[in-house]
């Protein structure tokens, strides 16, 4: 079975049949306050790995801006001052702590389909719409949200190719897919962004591979609001 049609049955696969509708109120409602890269005014430490190499790195907002990141560990051990010194460089050029894909403005909300609904939480999938005349990868994702409707929070983004594209010349995408997931709210902590895994299985002019795993975990979240007096 080649890649692409393996995650389509993974996209699609549900107790439900898929069911074409219009987006539902509460859905909609999850949506209008989401944001892809979680909720704003807290620090974090963001740990990457991929390709073999593994950075961890913390973020604090409450520091100007092109000191809001602080590189802690690189591929396992403590940073040299050369290393140190090349990322606080790097800084210049990030500035923020987004790193999350933000799709929302490109679902088809008149074509919802409900994946699954268990009465906690339901999944629904969107074929996207192409916003640029220069995008050429969109017709072929579609973005699947779960719902957590106890809390209202969208729980899982899920962005992923149904069929092999070509995003420029030479380029050849197999399968491209982006998991994001969050915490639910809990007492005066909101819904926070906690794992990112990215999967690229691709060639570039038939002959280099373009195939890549990234896992991003976010952990030691502390509220960056001034406290209440």
């Known amino acids: 079975m080649r890649p692409w049609l393996f995650l389509v049955f993974v996209l699609l696969g549900s107790t439900l049949p898929v069911q074409a509708t219009s987006m539902p109120d509460d859905l909609r409602a999850a949506l ?17 790995r991929a390709a073999g190499k593994s950075l961890v790195e913390r973020y604090d907002p409450r520091l100007p801006e092109f000191r809001r990141w602080t590189l802690l560990q690189k591929d396992g051990r403590t940073p040299t001052e050369k290393e140190r010194a090349s990322y606080a460089e790097q800084q210049t050029r990030r500035s923020r702590g987004d790193t999350a894909p933000n799709v929302k403005e490109q679902i088809d909300e008149a074509n919802a389909q409900l994946v699954q609904d268990d009465g906690t939480r339901a999944q629904w999938r969107f074929r996207l719409r192409t916003t640029d005349e220069d ?3 969109a017709a072929h994702m579609a973005v699947t949200f779960v719902l957590h409707r106890p809390t209202g929070t969208i729980e899982r983004m899920e962005l992923a190719s149904f069929e092999p594209f070509k995003p420029v010349t030479g380029i050849a995408i ?56």
Not at 32 to 48: D, L, P
């Open 174 to 229: 197999e399968q491209a897919r982006t998991v994001v997931e969050y915490s639910l709210p809990d007492g005066d902590r909101p819904t926070l962004l906690q794992r990112i895994t990215v999967t690229l299985r691709g060639r570039a002019w038939w002959i280099k591979s373009l195939d890549d795993d990234m896992e991003v975990v976010y952990s030691e979240f502390e509220s960056a609001r001034p406290s209440p007096r």
């Open 135 to 137: 995008d050429r990868s």
């Open 32 to 48: 209008a306050g989401y944001r892809a890269e979680g909720s704003r005014g807290w620090a974090f430490t963001q740990s990457t």
